[in-house]
Nanobody, 123 residues
Framework: QVQLVESGGGLVQAGGSLRLSCAAS????????MGWFRQAPGKERQFVAA????????NYADPVKGRFIISRDNAKSTMYLQMNSLKPEDTAVYYC????????????????WGQGTQVTVSS
């Protein structure tokens, strides 16, 4: 089992920044592809970004490209999502995920999910 705990969410004005963190425990962190999904009220859960095991490759959803940066520190078993130039449409619960393979943007590629952290962007 892998336990994932997100932190760093909150309320921010449009144009502002937040950094989310995801602390992992239970298994060898570097064995897992890591990612972020988000779910806005009344909408399906959507892929945001993912990062390879050694951090050498990343993948972003089109709405966040150029604004969000995903990174990881395997020594600390922690993943990050730096969110810049935030927009009201970024408002959602953000979930940290871990998986061992599959399509980057597919929910079924990830076996472990955190509880989520709320991000609210005011206009």
């Amino acid at each position: 089992q892998v336990q994932l705990v997100e932190s760093g969410g909150g309320l921010v004005q449009a144009g502002g920044s937040l950094r989310l963190s995801c602390a992992a425990s239970g298994r060898i962190f570097s064995n897992y592809i890591m990612g972020w999904f988000r779910q806005a009220p009344g909408k399906e859960r959507q892929f945001v970004a993912a990062i390879s095991r050694n951090g050498g490759a990343t993948n972003y959803a089109d709405p966040v490209k150029g604004r969000f940066i995903i990174s990881r520190d395997n020594a600390k078993s922690t993943m990050y999502l730096q969110m810049n130039s935030l927009k009201p449409e970024d408002t959602a619960v953000y979930y940290c995920v871990a998986g061992t393979g599959g399509t980057w943007y597919a929910r079924q590629s990830y076996d472990y999910w955190g509880q989520g952290t709320q991000v609210t962007v005011s206009s």
